[in-house]
């Protein structure tokens, strides 16, 4: 797996917009207190059973690829004017 150029950024905008899309498709358990780890596993599933996200296999879904697929689908949406596209 290699490192996205700015995938700290990416995986803090692909967290915001995933949690944006999961509550607007009915899920409300984020609060305040949901931890980033769980928003990753929570959003990562939520786009693998929507087919936004192609899945990984079970023994690679750890939370370091999760986060990874992730950087990469939140990327793959932005305009190729953003700067953190490049």
Not at 11 to 39: C, H, I, M, P
Not at 40 to 60: A, C, F, G, H, S
């Amino acid at each position: 797996m290699k490192k996205l150029k700015h995938e700290q950024q990416l995986l803090k905008l692909a967290l915001s917009v995933g949690e944006t899309y999961a509550k607007n498709r009915g899920y409300d358990g984020f609060t305040s207190t949901t931890g980033q780890k769980e928003k990753v596993e929570v959003i990562y599933r939520l786009l693998v059973n929507d087919k936004l996200v192609t899945p990984m296999p079970e023994e690679q879904e750890d939370l370091l690829n999760m986060k990874h697929r992730l950087a990469i689908w939140v990327r793959n949406k932005l305009p190729e004017t953003h700067p953190l596209a490049k």
